[in-house]
């Protein structure tokens, strides 16, 4: 097998990926939202056509922006129609991102008739193309030093998304935990909701031109989940969580790189296999966690059925 | 401005009501999706006493609770704690919330829990230190289940969770506590908990006001009661106001909970 620096790129880029989707992916999870990181990692296509059609430039900055804010819109959005409109938030915000995510299909297409906008790569994203668009992040110092741009962008994200968890950690905790009483005690919960939901949008934005939108909802939700069944802490949970990231994007590009030469399948995506491979780890938690999987459950019910074996019912009582 | 009515807060706007009653409610309404759930309520609560909120499913108990505590809009009214409005006077509230209202399958402890009881002294950016815990671990042995600081909380009991709500509310050392149903689904020994505690906030001059709904026991534990059914039917010194008219009031049409209500005088009366 042969491992180039190319794919040690591709490696960190998507553990970066992992680790900064991770971070806002344990609070979706945990306040029950998976969903809204799907609506908005759809929702996020209008604003990048959108941004694109108004500007007529592909500049990163633009797109990022639009996209963001567009991003941050469905969740606004979403508040603001189950709130006034009677219906359940999941599906208003079902209603929410469909309707954006077919508008900027739309729109995309309008645009490739013009440019390169593909819809193709939008959802599957360049994982493997990405060790081949570089930067000189600091020529502003004089250095030439040539990386990945997706190196630099999620690289930032990953530190933002990190020094923004540090900062409120306690606040996003109580306000995902009981948004009542944070914001009787001046904790105002729904500006926290719409810190972590900036957050999903940033981040989505960022991990999804390098990595497509379907690895983004994987790697927003699945590490989190696989990790909110390992622990009882918070805090374990997030490590757990941006831990099984990374371990998806190492294994999932290993194989990627392994399964073509040892069992001759051709070009297989190394998104692709990341997503799968932070399925499996799911699977297996489901299967293998030691008090909310299957087996843990098994194994705890074990002891007490043979106590009251051991303890036959005394003749009197019958 | 949308109040513009509204004097400002330097002089007293309703001279009837008194200026530092520990809550002082001023023609509340509040509406969910523009369809009114309680109002025209104007309430003054006397200081260092328990007070029960008690009505009917649906009258509007918690919508009460959570208007005051700015957690849901009001159509109208003024809300006062000790003469100020309500957002001066946050570290003077402690909410003890319905147990349904939170997921008990969240990765934390119980201590945790309590933790956040004083999160609202700490201050943003600053992080949770060791006498916090310290405070928190305290409350907690304070309602009886100091030793189960570490479990998570979802393999706590009902009643284990309500005593851990309580000791939150606690560590909260608030001087006014709006206590939404903590008597719901909890043992005899839990109920005595919770009842002696409530007589040492008392005793230490704070104010509950506890939504109950076991009509059986509001003369043994409450001093003054609020009957409340969408609007305020009548509120008092319990033994003035807690009659079996007032009662058909509240509760009538409903059959069921009016036998109820009967009992409970009888056995008031007995
Ligand atoms: N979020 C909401 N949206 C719309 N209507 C609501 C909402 N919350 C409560 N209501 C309605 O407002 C009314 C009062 O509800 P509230 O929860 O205050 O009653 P309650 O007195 O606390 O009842 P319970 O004894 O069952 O706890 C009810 O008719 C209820 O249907
Ligand atoms: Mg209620």
Redesign the pocket.
């Known amino acids: 097998m042969t491992w180039y620096t190319m794919d040690t790129w591709i490696v960190v880029v998507g553990a970066l990926a992992g680790i900064a989707c991770a971070i806002p992916g344990c609070f979706l999870v945990l306040r029950q939202m998976s969903m809204m990181g799907d609506a908005i990692s759809h929702a996020v296509l209008p604003g990048l056509a959108l941004a694109f059609l108004i500007t007529g430039s592909r500049a990163s900055v633009t797109m990022f922006i639009g996209a963001a804010l567009i991003g941050l819109l469905t969740a606004v959005f979403t508040q603001w129609i189950s709130s006034w409109g009677k219906v359940e938030r999941g599906a208003s915000m079902g209603i929410v991102f469909t309707t954006l995510f077919a508008v900027g299909l739309l729109l995309i297409v309008q645009a490739a008739h013009h440019v390169e906008l593909d819809p193709g790569c939008v959802l599957y994203g360049a994982l493997e193309l990405t060790p081949l668009d570089t930067v000189t992040p600091l020529f502003w110092l004089g250095l030439g030093w040539e990386t990945p741009r997706a190196f630099v962008v999620l690289g930032i994200i990953t530190l933002v998304n990190l020094a923004l968890l540090l900062l409120f950690y306690k606040e996003f905790k109580i306000s995902s935990f009981d948004p009542n009483l944070a914001t009787t005690l001046g904790i105002n919960a729904q500006k926290m909701h719409y810190l972590l939901m900036s957050m999903v949008a940033v981040t989505t934005v960022a991990a999804f031109e390098a990595v497509g939108s379907i690895l983004v909802i994987a790697l927003l939700i699945v590490p989190a989940a696989t990790a909110y069944l390992l622990t009882d802490r918070l805090s374990t949970m997030l490590l757990l969580g941006g831990g099984f990231g990374v371990l998806a994007a190492a294994m999932g590009h290993f194989l990627a790189v392994w399964l073509p030469e040892v069992h001759g399948l051709p070009d297989v995506s190394s998104a692709g296999l990341v997503a799968v491979t932070s399925g499996i780890f799911f699977a297996a938690a489901v299967l293998l966690a030691p008090r909310y999987g299957m087996l843990g459950k098994f194994l705890n019910r074990r002891p007490l059925k043979k106590h009251k074996a051991a303890t036959p019912l005394s003749p009197e009582k019958t | 401005m949308t109040k513009t009515n509204l004097p400002p807060a330097e002089d007293d706007p309703h001279p009837e009501h008194s200026r530092d009653a520990p809550l002082s409610i001023h023609d509340l309404t509040v509406a969910?999706?523009r369809?009114p759930?309680?109002w025209d309520i104007d309430l003054d609560l006397p200081e260092g006493k328990l007070i029960a909120v008690v009505?009917?499913?649906?009258?509007?108990?918690?919508?009460?609770l959570?208007a005051c505590l700015d957690l849901?809009p009001r159509v109208s009214g003024d809300i006062r704690v000790y003469g100020k409005p309500y957002r001066q006077q946050r570290s003077l509230i402690g909410y003890v919330p319905?147990r349904e209202s939170v997921d008990w399958d969240f990765p934390v402890s119980a201590l945790e829990v309590v933790t956040m009881g004083v999160y609202g002294s700490i201050g943003w950016f600053r992080p949770v230190l060791r006498k916090h815990r310290a405070k928190a671990q305290e409350a907690l042995e304070k309602v009886g289940i100091g030793h189960l600081a570490g479990r998570q909380i979802s393999q706590l009991s009902g009643g284990q969770q309500q005593r851990v709500f309580l000791a939150r509310a606690l560590a909260q050392e608030a001087q006014l506590y709006f206590m939404?149903?903590p008597f719901a689904a909890v043992d005899a020994a839990t109920e005595r908990a919770i009842v002696a505690l409530l007589r040492e906030l008392q005793q230490q001059g704070k104010t509950c006001l506890v939504?109950h709904?076991d009509l059986a026991t509001v003369a043994r534990y409450f001093d003054h009661v609020i009957l409340?059914n969408m609007r305020v039917v009548a509120a008092g010194p319990t033994a003035e106001v807690f009659h079996n008219e007032n009662l058909q009031k509240t509760y009538g049409g409903k059959m069921p909970l009016l036998e109820e209500a009967g009992q409970a005088l009888r056995q008031n009366l007995s």
Not at chain 2, 55 to 64: I, R
């Open positions: 969910y999706h369809k759930v309680i009505g009917p499913n649906g009258a509007g108990k918690s919508t009460l959570k849901i319905q939404d149903e939504v709904h409340l």
